[in-house]
């Protein structure tokens, strides 16, 4: 127990304990990848990353043929780029739900997640960059007496 402080001066001297930083540990699966789920509006993305030449596929296809658009692979390459890493790991994911803007977000984060998972040392990286947080936002929902989720159906007065 601890022991009865007398004066002002002991009370100074009694520091609380600094709390620790978590410890994370490297989780892999039996064949040495790491797995993790990004998510974003309706988008879910499965993610293995393993030791690699920086190859990236999506659903079965490379990158450039899933995603088109160079904003959108711009935005899965982040992570890789932020933690220079973008050579030495391969990609592969399966991705549904939403549209591509969606998808590639949830990519993403998906990527993000794994690399924190295969090595743990670049969580502060990843953290600083935003890229471990998970976009909440969604679609609002549409309500009755109104058009979509906020406009009003049009006013005429005849």
Request: proline share 5%; net charge positive; with cysteine.
């Amino acid at each position: 127990m601890a022991e009865t402080v007398q004066s002002l001066e002991g009370l100074a001297a009694i520091k609380p304990a600094a709390p620790e930083a978590p410890t994370y540990t490297q989780k892999l699966d039996k064949q040495g990848r790491a797995y993790a789920t990004g998510k974003r509006k309706n988008a879910v993305a499965r993610v293995w990353i393993k030791p690699g030449a920086g190859k990236i596929t999506v659903n079965t296809r490379t990158l450039e043929v899933f995603f088109a658009r160079p904003v959108l692979r711009m935005l899965i390459n982040q992570p890789l780029i932020a933690a220079n890493r973008s050579t030495q790991y391969d990609v592969i994911c399966t991705v549904s739900g939403g549209g591509l803007s969606g998808q590639a977000g949830a990519v993403r984060h998906g990527i993000s997640k794994a690399l924190t998972y295969f090595e743990p040392d670049l969580r502060p990286i990843l953290k600083r960059g935003g890229f471990l947080t998970r976009d909440s936002r969604v679609v609002e929902r549409k309500k009755y007496g109104r058009a979509k989720a906020r406009r009003s159906f049009q006013f005429s007065k005849r």
